[in-house]
């Protein structure tokens, strides 16, 4: 069983700068693909970021594109989300996934950190 634990949320002005951390159980972190989902108040879940298991590829959510910028550190176990200009529609619950398995699908969840961004 994989456990993931995600911090670094909190309260920021618009404009400010946040970094997600996510931390993940397992001794083969390195061929995890990782990736960041959200939740804001009366919306549907939505992909933010994604990192493959090689760290050669990220992708992005059209929404946080050139703010956003995923990475993913094996020595550590963690992925993290540096989040820069941020905007109050970017107030969500942040979700750290772990997609291990080969089979695409993100089968391992965090249990979330809030971000609030203010105007």
């Known amino acids: 069983q994989v456990q993931l634990v995600e911090s670094g949320g909190g309260v920021v002005q618009a404009g400010g700068s946040l970094r997600l951390s996510c931390a993940a159980s397992g001794r083969t972190f390195n061929t995890y693909s990782m990736g960041w989902f959200r939740q804001g108040p009366g919306k549907e879940r939505e992909f933010v970021s994604g990192?493959?298991?090689?760290?050669?590829?990220?992708f992005y959510g059209d929404s946080v594109k050139g703010r956003f910028t995923i990475s993913k550190d094996n020595a550590k176990n963690t992925v993290y989300l540096q989040m820069n200009s941020l905007k109050p529609e970017d107030t969500a619950v942040y979700y750290c996934?772990?997609?291990?398995?080969?089979?695409?699908?993100?089968?391992?969840w965090g249990q979330g950190t809030q971000v609030t961004v203010s105007s």
């Open positions: 990192i493959r298991w090689t760290g050669d590829m990220t």
């Open positions: 996934a772990a997609s291990i398995g080969g089979s695409g699908a993100y089968n391992y």
